[in-house]
């Protein structure tokens, strides 16, 4: 479980449904007192946290944890220019950060470096048709063969493996791997579906990716 400390709500949206559609669930705290309460209370594997809070500043959070002996890693979001946060907040104990406004991939790439000793789920393959993807090493194999993606590539095709068997529209692919703050009229998830096409397509075997008009896409389980 992550905890999510930040005060945005557009943000507390976008990293809860981006990081849920990777695997990971969040728990948000809305302000800087509730987070860190329940960060000196509860049990998470990681915590993202804003720097600029109301009720306590994350810079105090992270000295309670500190004082506390609290050893979860603490990932901390700032604002464009705030050097000298940020510089506080790796001396104050953060493992990494993140300047905002920042991906969706960037994000959930710190998530799993931070993840990647303790996590050991169950479900840590994902498998559809002749695909399999191991979300611990980040390694994808159709029909034995071993494919590399680009990072953005592999949380699309995360993505469309999570939910696949449904037809998923461009504006949902699109938040869910881009994040919210990307224009609604690219073309990007277009281009992104046809490079995954490309790496995972033979002459003899297309990729199963089926383009359903005017909607968007949808990843076929069947063989
Ligand atoms: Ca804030």
């Known amino acids: 479980m992550i905890l999510l400390i930040e005060d945005e709500p557009g943000i507390v949206d976008f990293v809860k449904r981006g990081l849920e559609a990777e695997g990971f669930p969040v728990e948000a705290a809305l302000d800087g007192l509730e987070g860190q309460q329940r960060a000196l209370e509860e049990s998470f594997d990681l915590i993202v946290l804003d720097l ?45 950060y993140l300047v905002k ?15 990647r000793l303790t996590m050991r789920s169950p479900n840590s393959i994902l498998r559809a048709a002749d695909i399999e993807v191991s979300l611990l090493t980040r390694e994808v194999a159709r029909d034995g ?30 938040a869910a791997v881009w994040g919210y703050e990307h ?10 579906v046809g490079y995954l096409r490309r790496k995972l ?7 199963p990716i089926t383009t359903v008009r005017s909607v968007g896409y949808r990843l076929d389980d069947a063989r």
């Open 52 to 96: 600029m809070l109301p009720g306590r500043s994350g810079l105090e959070i992270l000295a309670t944890l500190r004082e506390a002996r609290i050893t979860v890693p603490v990932i901390a979001l700032t604002a464009r220019g705030e050097v000298e946060d940020r510089v506080a907040g790796l001396d104050a104990g953060a493992v990494d």
């Open 101 to 115: 406004p920042f991906s969706l991939a960037e994000l959930a790439a710190r998530v799993r470096a931070q993840l």
């Open 183 to 192: 224009d609604p009229q690219t073309n990007i998830v277009d281009v992104y």
């Open 201 to 207: 397509g033979t002459p003899d075997s297309p990729a």
């Open 145 to 174: 063969r071993t494919i590399s993606l680009s990072t953005t590539e592999f949380d699309l095709l995360v993505y469309m493996l999570r939910h696949r068997g449904r037809v998923l529209s461009r504006e949902q692919i699109l």
